[in-house]
């Protein structure tokens, strides 16, 4: 059965990085892409970005470019997602789900990790 | 960036009552319009895509309809396990976008 599974909570400062991780299992992971999906306490969902199972495509939400870095392990079906310059407005649970593997067929998200809670405090 | 309004933010209603949720773009997204269900503590879940089908193991009482700027969701006669936030999604265009969100609540 599909399953993606994804790393730990994290607690950060303000300033520092993080990267989520989310091992898929399953399925052919080149033959999809995968979506992160952010989710701020008691607030509704935004999407982050998106990359294509094999690495050759991806796109990011404009608010969240030169901070955001979406890439993929081919050899460990793992995704990543790496967030930079952390403030205290990017705690959230943080979801990776699967998509497609075409930018044009993008935002079909079947399959979702049980979310990542990050914290940035000081 | 496509902006995503839905309506109501709050619906109350009764197990076994119809639930009516209406979304709408800011510009026309043609039928690229999905519709998620998430309940407190879990990822959200794929129920609609592309308007109007049904995602695989979707049960026939939700039902999806609209094209260009104005979409409904449709959940003909509420289970108890209906009871919950629904988010609208367009993927016409980058970046993908959603909306505020409908919680649909126990009267």
Do not use: H
């Not at chain 1, 030169?66 to 793992?78: A, E, L, P």
């Not at chain 2, 407190?40 to 794929?46: S, T």
């Not at chain 2, 919950?84 to 969100?101: D, E, H, I, K, M």
Request: with cysteine; charged share 15%.
């Amino acid at each position: 059965q599909v399953q993606l599974v994804q790393s730990g909570a994290e607690v950060k400062k303000p300033g520092a990085s993080v990267k989520v991780s989310c091992k898929a299992s399953g399925y052919t992971f080149t033959t999809y892409g995968i979506s992160w999906v952010r989710q701020a306490p008691g607030q509704g969902l935004e999407w982050m970005g998106w990359i294509s199972g094999n690495n050759a495509k991806t796109n990011s939400a404009q608010n969240l470019q030169g901070r955001v870095t979406v890439t993929t392990d081919t050899s460990t079906s793992t995704a990543y997602m790496e967030l930079r310059s952390l403030r205290s407005d990017d705690t959230a649970v943080y979801y990776c789900a699967r998509d497609r593997v075409t930018p044009r067929d993008v935002g079909l998200s079947d399959y979702w990790g049980q979310g990542t809670l990050v914290t940035v405090s000081s | 960036e496509i902006v995503l309004t839905q309506s109501p933010a709050t619906l109350s209603l009764s197990p076994g009552e119809r639930a009516t949720l209406s979304c709408r773009a800011s510009q026309s997204v043609g039928s690229y319009l999905v519709w998620y269900q998430q309940k407190p503590g879990q990822a959200p879940r794929l129920l609609i895509y592309d308007a109007s089908n049904r995602a695989t193991g979707i049960p026939a009482r939700f039902s999806g309809s609209g094209s260009g700027t104005d979409f409904t969701l449709t959940i003909s006669s509420l289970e108890p396990e209906d009871f919950a936030v629904y988010y609208c999604q367009q993927r016409s265009n980058w970046p993908l976008t959603f909306g505020g969100g409908t919680k649909v609540e126990i009267k």
